[in-house]
């Protein structure tokens, strides 16, 4: 953890007991919504220098990297989506379209960690409701390890211990 993230928690929980709005950092999104328009272009630019060989495939796979590319574009776009929401009672995770907000109290989160997959950091917490470990869908600019120590310092002073 960087001193700027130190600091960043530092603010963050001096906010206590809230609530905090924290807002995704969404640069992953950027890489899947290049991908997406890629292939769009080449699927779409296949269709019509093509022969027409197989234009039923071609307009079923344009239209399935089509809502990928509207999805991950409102994602990205939308402020509020992946936004968490921080409060003495737990903690509200915005999803996106049709997904309810997830809300945890305190006093159901466990054990904080972090995680590498394939090179890429996340924050995961033990959820007792359902006794699996979860990932948080984004760091909110402040790391891996930054979360973990801003979950852990608010669930402390939360839960009075």
């Given at each position: 953890m960087t001193e700027a993230d130190r600091t960043d928690v530092a603010t963050i929980v001096a906010r206590f007991p809230g609530p905090v709005r924290l807002y995704g950092d969404k640069k992953f999104l950027r890489y899947v919504l290049g991908v997406f328009a890629v292939i769009e272009f080449a699927l779409v630019k296949g269709l019509f220098t093509g022969d027409g060989t197989h234009r039923v495939a071609t307009l079923i796979f344009i239209a399935l990297f089509l809502w990928g590319l509207g999805m991950t574009a409102y994602v990205m776009l939308n402020r509020n989506a992946l936004a968490m929401d921080l409060d003495r009672d737990g903690?509200?995770?915005?999803?996106?379209?049709?997904?309810?907000?997830?809300?945890?109290?305190?006093?159901?989160?466990?054990?904080?960690g972090t995680k590498s997959t394939r090179g890429i950091g996340s924050a995961t917490y033990k959820d007792l409701q359902n006794g699996r470990q979860q990932s948080f869908p984004d760091t909110y600019g402040l790391g891996s390890d930054g979360l973990v120590a801003l979950m852990s310092q608010w669930r402390r002073r939360a839960l009075g211990s």
């Open positions: 903690f509200t995770i915005n999803r996106y379209l049709w997904y309810s907000p997830l809300r945890r109290a305190w006093s159901d989160i466990g054990e904080l």
